[in-house]
């Protein structure tokens, strides 16, 4: 890449690095901390999107200086520039599939100690019938028809 080519597509690498990085941090926070709304994501969607900035501002730097044959023309500007684009993408799923599994990771915690606690979230879960013999919202066995039910002999 000619002298007079680099700056410009460092720039404009760069430029899209922080932007997706931003959208990404700002969609990470409100994604990990779920329907709920409690805060506590933030601190794990900025380490998730630092090294995002860093994998990526990296593979902008190798790609600006390792490229054979892509110099001296606007259309090996516009190439190298695709490549790039394309590797964000890549490095775009990859952080999001990483906060997917992290957000997975929390559900799963807070639902067992949901249950450890004893405290089951109900709001989601059907209305239950009370059935004759058993208290609570959440019935365990069915009662017996042949003692207890209607039609005893």
């Known amino acids: ?13 760069l430029v ?3 932007a997706d990085g931003q ?8 994604y990990l901390n779920g329907p709920d709304g409690r805060a506590g994501g933030g601190s794990v969607a900025w380490m998730v999107v630092t090294v995002f900035h860093l994998a990526a501002i990296g593979l902008l730097a190798l ?14 500007f516009v190439g190298r520039l695709g490549v790039f684009l394309l590797l ?7 952080t999001l599939s990483v906060l997917a599994r992290r957000r997975e990771d929390r559900v ?8 450890e606690t004893g405290r089951a979230d109900v ?22 028809l042949g003692s207890q039910g209607p039609y005893q002999a």
Do not use: C
């Open 1 to 13: 890449m000619p002298d007079n080519e680099l700056p410009g597509f460092l720039i404009i690498g």
């Open 16 to 18: 899209f690095v922080v």
């Open 23 to 30: 959208i990404l941090y700002r969609g990470a926070k409100r």
């Open 63 to 76: 790609l600006a200086v390792v490229a054979p044959d892509w110099s001296g023309s606007t259309a090996a």
């Open 88 to 94: 964000m993408a890549v490095a775009h799923v990859l």
């Open 108 to 115: 799963v915690e807070t639902r067992y100690r949901e249950r």
């Open 123 to 144: 709001a989601g879960q059907p209305t239950v019938t009370p059935v004759p013999g058993q208290e609570g919202r959440t019935p365990r066995v069915s009662p017996d």
